[in-house]
């Protein structure tokens, strides 16, 4: 067997990502490279987290519990950090302020060196990851050994984690047992996880009888107890803070919180939001220095536990007063956001990561610990699909601060570039196409027209552009009313307006005008707002500024719409998500888009909401004879399904008698301007893999399979993959009304 100091970790294997060749290269390189594995066990773990929060009584009051903690804890940081000083000290423990990873390393290397360490056993800590204090022990000439099972596989293997909660998600089974054999003399089969769990454990367990120094992280710290929490699933932190006469953790400061007793909300929610456990199999809540007898297993002759925190700043006092980042600190380590990030799922931390933090998140917490904008583009992955949002424990909008990162990255460059500018002022190329579409869109396809938008736009030739209608929605509407198709009034309902969007307007026109047609028919009183652009394209390049200024125009507008008594129907799903959730971090007036949230909606939900309601009768106006039509594959729009409307569509379409199946991707990949951009267009493809392979088993199942979607760049996405044409549900609906 090797000596496993000869596998230590050595300088980051990882692509150094702090500039856009080196980001796209990782990725390439990813998608090259990352197995199923990374996209089974992520998947696993959300599938997991869904059915684990489902048991949680009063989840959504948890999370709010869970959130006003934090942000009470961070509020009051500096007096909490006296606190827990004050606290350890006066039982005898050591408290260090470190405020840069040299002060943490240099005190850490100081103190086990004052302790003649030769051997430290060290458990999971992402804290330590950022500090690289592998490497500074290492050179002092003390061994470490990783504890965790997938830290101890990745120190094997000279990798950097790739994931918060599970270091080597990205690792099959296989893979281990191929590295094991490589770097260690055995005879063992080493085929399953039993045997390979073995083995490591045999390894781990002399030297945890060996070591000097234990060395954890916390996942929480409590000020007026000074109590410790520590999760775990497989016991390696008990043999580390118990076995070795000193412990030593490692900590930022924005794990600090104010009462143990507060420890419970968390607990509840880690495990659950993490890997979809009721509860991690370990739970330790300790009160250091611990009082238990000094074992001495290693032949030493220490007389008493010794017990040093080390708190870290590094950056995060900077965070809390900087107003778009200090939401970032409400962060527990769950890893949901990786878990629900399709784009993760696809690529993993390796890619969509920092030299330390990973996925939607780490974008803030690089650029909070490193202070480089550079090291933090890979926030440019994250395409805004929101569904991190709800997953997320302590509520974070993840999203807002990626396109906060986008839009300073921008500022950093003098500007935005011309894809930003393309993809931000979709209105304006509109405007101009619309004046014959149909050279606009013989231009569009010309491979001259192609490279030339390749080359200075970054849209990638392979993707095929949506052509403009010939006639606009608002043109359509105008003939529609001018040949006698007038609304039927009912005075028992509000006013309807279908807002007119830009994609809907230039592209989509048949969605807006089969939208008028069934409330027509149901006899709902519809009319068209006028053309407005929203904001979302501004706001998806991270140019916020100009989507604020879009965002106050149409809230105006909105709001007094609503103020005559109208609810507003949104056919496009994007646009419905900035009305009820961008909104309101893009208006100063609170009142203004709590309105327009609560009286936006799309239309199948609207109608679904009348039903059920008993006031608007559905089945005598179906045709007969759905048999015929009685399978329906759908697919809800991301951020659909995160202002909670995802469901709706089915719910309806049931209530027909129709059989609906409904997709479990987080995201079809396309996201909107992400899936036509060159630096991105094969990690969508990627992504998109998982529900052209769901269709295209329920064609196998039933050829008659009808396939709907609500997002227009979901219906791109699929269309481009299948033959069967794709519907968005209000145009299968007037399918089926008499």
Known sequence: MGNINDYKI??????????????????????????DALRLNTQTFNRNRYKAVQKIDDYDALKQRAREIKEESIENLPELVGRITRTIESRGGHVFLANSKAEATDYITKVCSSHRAKLVVKAKSITSEEIELNHALINTGIEVAETDLAEFILQVSKEQPSHIVAPAIHRSRESISELFKRNFETDLPLDTGEE??????????KKFLSADVGITGANLIAAEEGAILLVESEGNIRFTTQLPAVHIAIAGIEKIIQRKKDFGTFIELLAASGTGQSLTSYTNILEPPIELPVLNLNGRSDEKREFYLVLLDNGRMRMRQDEDLKEALYCIRCSACMNSCANFQAVGGHAFGGECYTGGIGGAWTLGTSGSLEKARFAELCTGCSRCVPNCPVKIDIPGLNTVIKNRLTKAAGGPSMQQRFFGHFAELARLAEAAPGISNRINNLSVSRALMENFAGIDRRRAIPPFAEKTLVEEYRKYRRNGNLMNKNGSLRGIILFADLFTNYNNPEVGMATVRVFDKLGLPITLSKLFDDGRGLLSQGLIVKAEEKARKVAAYLGKLIDEGNDIIVAEPSVLSMFRRDYGRLLTDEGLSKKIAEHSFDPIEYLNGLVINGRLELMSQLKKGLSSRDHVFYHAHCQLKTIGGGNVAPEFFRRTGLTVEVSNVECCGMAGSFGYKKQYFDISKRVGDDLISQINAAFSADENTVVLANGISCREQIGSEISAAVYHPIQFLETLLV
Do not use: H, M, N, W
Not at 196 to 205: G, H, K, M, S
């Open 196 to 205: 390979l769990t073995r083995f490591a454990r045999d390894i781990l367990r």
């Open 10 to 35: 050595s300088p980051r294997q990882v692509a150094d990502k702090s500039s856009e060749g080196s980001l796209y290269d990782a990725i390439r390189l990813a998608l090259d490279v990352e197995t």
